[in-house]
């Protein structure tokens, strides 16, 4: 196989802040190729947002002491200067967020928002190629919604809007973040046929970060499961999802309720929570909160496995496999 | 039947432009120890008719009856006790705390404000609610920015709780919260619903929340339910085809996976 689009190795980040130092990411590796379609998944204060952030050191990262690498298209994105990163940022790795409203600019046109993403354009052919983008991403009127204000328009047209600025630069990866928390299902659902294709279309990869098992399940095809600042578990998203390794997955595969279980079944949930980065617990991250831990999980860190393309990071596995 | 809405309509009026007709005519019963889920998309006017229930949004036309009663017909202390026994949790548990107030204050006003019971009585009470929503003694003292979410909205049934509803309308109370919390107050409120005999109106855009908890469900699009009925019939046998556009966009791990095999 060729090598990946991205390649993340042993990522960390670091924040030194009135002289106590966290790591809310730690070690982190995963690898996206050409055209590929990976989810990072876990409850919110894992270290998912901050692990896409770090890619190309959006804040808060670029206050973060970052270290192992983070090769993209073979160069590694930390340790490139301001100029290459703005490169990468405007052509090599895009962003959608949850909350289109807050990364639009309220004052300003839609229209005048997508030409500053298309600054190799000329003047004359800016309109025609920002209602190119946005006929692309499906609005129903892209003239009118060129000249809309961000205001003037929904929640699922504002995510379009965003889509269409990320798109604008033709990247080779699309970074979501949860794209379509804040929309209804219906919605939702659109957005994410619309990245899908556009993804197909223009052979983007696509690194979804998300707490939404369910998205994962039928649109993506690797998941890495994330804890406590670390990847607790990957491989192929049907076989992570229908045969959990690591307690963690198996808990929050539990705590969703599904639509085809009988009603009243209790949910159940992980107890406790997930631990803040200045008390990541000294053994296994999980251990405080795991139904299956043994002594040895509150003291050593378990290695991380690998079998059937899967990776484990849990004592049990372990043993499993020698 | 605890709760009878006859062609309730909700209109919004502002001077000068043409007015808003939230809720176009709905009609739906709750039994006593019921659960009846909501389920709808922004806008299609699911919260404008929980405002109305709860006594905060006049109806523009229809009836409201509660136990048989007239809301309407009511009595100012008739409509007292009925404000009193119908209660709403909301989405933003964080939100509709007061930042300034502990835990302990929270609980404690709302059971002088509406004199639930004697003063020397209220330390006793307000242990024994937090006990019932599962928060430990260790909080009564913390403000609400020291809490999790899960936390504020247990906090936010405590506090409703102290006002011995009947009827608890429930508004998006857990799709703020991660998915293992979320689990932890679905059971809470499953619970909560059995122990204290309590009926339920629970209003979310997420069809599997509404399976798991309630025994009847109405699909409500632009002001109007489309579909209202048993909740097994309307998951099991949608006939409305906004539902199943609805039950199709569900994200569901089980049918994604086993339509991709
Ligand atoms: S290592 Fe131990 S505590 Fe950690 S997930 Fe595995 S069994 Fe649970």
């Known amino acids: 196989m060729s090598a990946p689009l991205l390649q993340v190795e042993k990522l960390a980040v670091t924040f030194r802040q009135e002289g106590v130092e966290t790591t809310p990411v730690r070690s982190v590796s995963f690898a996206i190729h050409a055209g590929g379609r990976v989810a990072v998944v876990g409850e919110s204060g894992c270290g998912k947002s901050l692990t896409a952030m770090s890619l190309t050191r959006l804040p808060p990262t670029d206050r973060a002491q970052l270290s192992g690498k983070v090769l993209f298209d073979g ?40 030409a500053e993403c298309l600054p190799g354009v000329r003047r004359a052919e800016r309109l025609a190629a920002t209602v190119r983008l946005l006929t692309q991403t499906g609005l129903p009127d892209p003239a009118r919604a060129a000249n809309a204000y961000p205001c003037e328009l929904s929640g699922g047209q504002q995510q379009r809007v965003m889509l269409a600025m990320a ?24 957005v994410l046929d ?14 979804l970060i998300t707490h939404n098992l369910g998205i994962v399940a039928g649109r993506m095809s690797r998941i890495s499961v994330m804890y406590a600042g670390q990847i607790v578990e990957s491989g192929a998203v049907a076989s992570v999802l229908t045969q959990p390794r690591h ?20 949910l159940r949930d992980i107890p406790g929570t997930v631990p803040s980065p200045d008390a990541w617990p000294a053994g296994c991250a999980f251990a405080p909160r795991c139904p299956a831990a043994q002594p040895r999980c509150h003291n050593l860190p378990p290695p991380e496995t690998e079998s059937d393309g899967r990776q484990c990071r849990c004592w049990l596995e372990g043993t499993a496999c020698c | ?45 699911k919260s404008s008719l929980a405002r109305t229930i709860i ?46 107030m502990t835990v302990r204050q929270t609980v404690e006003e709302v059971l002088c404000v509406h004199r639930m019971c004697p003063p020397g009585k209220i330390t006793g009470r307000v242990s024994e609610l937090l006990d019932r929503v599962g928060l430990p003694e260790t909080v009564l003292d913390a403000y609400p920015r020291e809490l999790s979410g899960g936390q504020c909205q247990r906090v936010s049934f405590a506090r409703c709780l102290a006002l011995e509803p009947r009827l608890i309308i429930a508004d998006e109370p857990v799709s703020a919260l991660d998915v293992s919390v979320q689990a932890r107050i679905l059971n809470l409120v499953r619970t909560l619903q059995k122990e204290l005999d309590l009926t339920l109106i629970l209003i979310s855009h997420d069809l599997a929340v509404v399976r798991n908890i309630c025994d009847h469900v109405a699909v409500m699009r632009a002001g109007v339910f489309v579909e209202n009925g048993k909740a097994s019939e309307v998951f099991d046998a949608p006939q409305h085809p906004y539902t199943r556009e609805l039950l199709a966009a569900i994200p569901d791990i089980a049918r994604s996976l086993s339509r991709n095999q």
């Open chain 2, 55 to 100: 006594g905060l949004q006049p109806a523009a036309a229809g009836v409201l009856r509660f136990e048989g009663h007239d809301t309407g017909q009511m009595d100012a202390a008739a409509f007292t006790r009925y404000r009193r026994a119908v209660q709403m949790v909301f989405q933003d548990a964080a939100g509709s705390l007061n930042p300034r």
């Open chain 1, 247 to 266: 307690p963690y997955t198996r808990g929050l595969l539990a705590a969703v309720p599904l639509l085809d279980a009988p009603r009243n079944a209790p």
């Open chain 2, 1 to 45: 039947m605890l709760l009878n809405v006859q062609d309730l309509r909700v209109t919004y009026r502002t001077p000068g432009q043409k007015p808003v007709e939230a809720v176009r005519g709905v009609s739906f019963g709750v039994d006593t120890g019921g659960a009846f889920g909501i389920v709808g998309e922004s806008g299609c006017g």
């Open chain 1, 194 to 207: 619309l990245i899908d294709s556009l993804a197909d279309a223009c052979q983007m990869a696509v690194l």
């Open chain 1, 75 to 114: 160069t590694d994105t930390l340790t490139l200067n301001r100029d290459g990163l703005a490169r990468v940022r405007g052509h090599g790795i895009a962003y959608v967020f949850q909350d289109p409203s807050a990364s639009l600019n309220p004052v300003m046109r839609v229209r005048d928002q997508i």
């Open chain 1, 167 to 190: 798109l604008a630069a033709r990247p080779k990866l699309l970074v979501a973040d949860e794209p379509t928390t804040a929309l209804d299902v219906t919605t939702q659902r659109h």
